[in-house]
């Protein structure tokens, strides 16, 4: 048996399902499982009939969700007392508490955004619970993002499935490479973004032992 006919098998199985859904939950909190090329592969096996795409989304994103909301805990419960440890005047500090800042202004789009990034989505994450991120909050933008995740993920597999329907293999390595192609793009816009906002000149201060003007 070479390796499409055991991909085939695979994919037929009634088991995918439970694999794709575990591969997604242990992603979530340990970021060296590929479960975007799982579903990535499962959707373009879909393309010619089996595994079923609705259910590979829906499994996806079920499995996304539930590892998210497990390092959202992990970091909720020893993040917290590792930064009550920190000291006050420190650098980590104060990098924590620009990212509490960052997370509490605008969450749910870092949160969002995160999904895309490879190990990034952990960092997020934990930092959020470490932070004690609003649980309910944190459920309503970790839903969007993970619903978001597992329709992209399936559907860039899909399309490369229908696009190389009699050679399952292209359409593996068209899937993968438009996935990573984003990842790219939402890299490079996340930079730009950091860099602008660096940029930026700091708000002028009075000096120091001047009276300000009535």
Same mark, same amino acid.
Do not use: K
């Given at each position: 048996?070479?390796?499409?006919?055991?991909?085939? =098998?695979?994919?037929?199985? @009634?088991?995918?399902?439970?694999?794709?859904?575990?591969?997604?939950?242990?992603?979530?909190?340990?970021?060296?499982?590929?479960?975007?090329?799982?579903?990535?592969?499962?959707?373009?096996?879909?393309?010619?009939?089996? @595994?079923?795409?609705?259910?590979?989304?829906? *499994?996806?994103?079920?499995?996304?969700?539930?590892?998210?909301? #497990?390092?959202?805990?992990?970091?909720?419960?020893?993040?917290?007392?590792?930064?009550?440890?920190?000291?006050?005047?420190?650098?980590?500090?104060?990098?924590?508490?620009?990212?509490?800042?960052?997370?509490?202004?605008?969450?749910?789009?870092?949160?969002? *955004?995160?999904?895309?990034?490879?190990?990034?989505?952990?960092?997020?994450?934990?930092?959020?619970?470490?932070?004690?991120?609003?649980?309910?909050?944190?459920?309503?933008?970790?839903?969007?993002?993970?619903?978001?995740?597992?329709?992209?993920?399936?559907?860039?597999?899909?399309?490369?499935?229908?696009?190389? =329907?009699?050679? @399952?293999?292209?359409?593996?390595?068209?899937?993968?490479?438009?996935? *990573?192609?984003?990842?790219?793009?939402? =890299? *490079?816009?996340?930079?730009?973004?950091?860099?602008?906002?660096?940029?930026?000149?700091?708000?002028?201060? =009075?000096?120091?032992?001047? #009276?300000?003007?009535?």
């Amino acid at each position: 048996m070479d390796l499409l006919d055991l991909l085939h =098998e695979t994919m037929s199985s @009634p088991w995918v399902y439970l694999a794709i859904f575990s591969i997604a939950v242990l992603d979530g909190f340990f970021p060296v499982v590929p479960s975007e090329t799982a579903v990535i592969t499962a959707g373009v096996f879909a393309a010619s009939g089996a @595994p079923y795409l609705p259910a590979v989304i829906l *499994v996806a994103a079920a499995g996304a969700l539930v590892g998210d909301h #497990i390092s959202y805990a992990i970091g909720w419960g020893g993040g917290t007392r590792l930064l009550d440890r920190l000291p006050p005047d420190g650098r980590r500090r104060a990098a924590i508490d620009q990212a509490r800042r960052g997370i509490a202004t605008r969450g749910g789009l870092i949160l969002t *955004v995160a999904r895309y990034i490879p190990g990034g989505r952990t960092a997020v994450t934990l930092t959020m619970g470490a932070v004690r991120y609003p649980r309910r909050r944190f459920l309503a933008f970790g839903a969007l993002a993970a619903s978001s995740w597992g329709l992209y993920s399936a559907l860039v597999g899909y399309v490369g499935g229908l696009a190389f =329907e009699q050679d @399952p293999l292209r359409g593996l390595l068209l899937g993968l490479g438009l996935a *990573v192609t984003v990842t790219v793009v939402v =890299e *490079v816009v996340r930079w730009l973004g950091n860099r602008r906002r660096s940029a930026r000149p700091a708000p002028a201060t =009075e000096p120091v032992g001047r #009276i300000p003007a009535r």
